[in-house]
């Protein structure tokens, strides 16, 4: 695979393991470790040095890894994948948090792209871009928030026809899955950098307290 230049911004240490456990739940060892090497990244990433912090991945290797998993596995195989390990990673590593955290939350806060967002929504942006918060802008929409991500995991240095962030579309799934508890929510891409667009954007709806 080609070289890729790196975007300089990282997933969180505790998402990117979380995120490389579920491909492994997925593919099994061997078929991680297959996929590790065709992405040409190194096989730590997704078993890091007992004992030491994940000290996450830059988006750049996620996005080789997404390439890779379509190399192997076809567009909509890959597609399925991406989805499901990106909304189990997320899922397993989004802490439990209220809709309105009181006095603790002004860390949150402070932290946040945007005051006044729902900190379920900061908590899964720190996860996202671990201190690469600038990476995201969070704009209102009819019915909640769009999400607007540049750079991104899922197709950072890639180019294409139509979106293609099925990691990130998951992810956001996971997030809902946590904070819409009633029902399930599919999150699609409406725009895509690689595709042509400024960013990567998604729709996200209102989260119920």
Not at 24 to 47: F, H, I, K, Q, Y
Request: net charge negative.
């Amino acid at each position: 695979m080609a070289a890729m230049e790196t975007s300089g911004v990282k997933t969180a240490g505790a998402l990117t393991g979380a995120y490389f456990a579920a491909l492994s739940g997925l593919l099994g060892e061997n078929g991680l470790l297959t996929l590790l090497r065709l992405a040409g990244v190194p096989a730590d990433l997704a078993n890091p040095v007992p004992g030491q912090e994940h000290q996450g991945a830059d988006f750049a290797e996620m996005s080789r890894v997404e390439t890779a998993l379509q190399d192997l596995y076809g567009v909509r195989a890959a597609a399925n994948l991406s989805r499901n390990a990106g909304r189990t990673a997320v899922t397993q590593t989004l802490p439990p948090m209220a809709s309105n955290p009181g006095p603790s939350g002004e860390e949150d806060r402070a932290s946040a792209p945007d005051q006044g967002l729902d900190p379920r929504l900061m908590a899964f942006v720190r996860l996202l871009t671990g201190d690469g918060g600038e990476a995201v802008r969070i704009e209102s929409a009819a019915g909640g928030h769009t999400l607007l991500l540049n750079p991104c995991p899922s197709c950072w240095g890639r180019s294409t026809a139509h979106p293609i962030c099925h990691l990130v579309a998951g992810m956001l799934e996971g997030l809902l899955a946590r904070a819409l508890p009633k029902g399930t929510v599919h999150v699609e891409e409406i725009r895509c950098h690689a595709a042509g667009a400024d960013a990567c954007a998604f729709n996200i709806p209102t989260l119920e307290a």
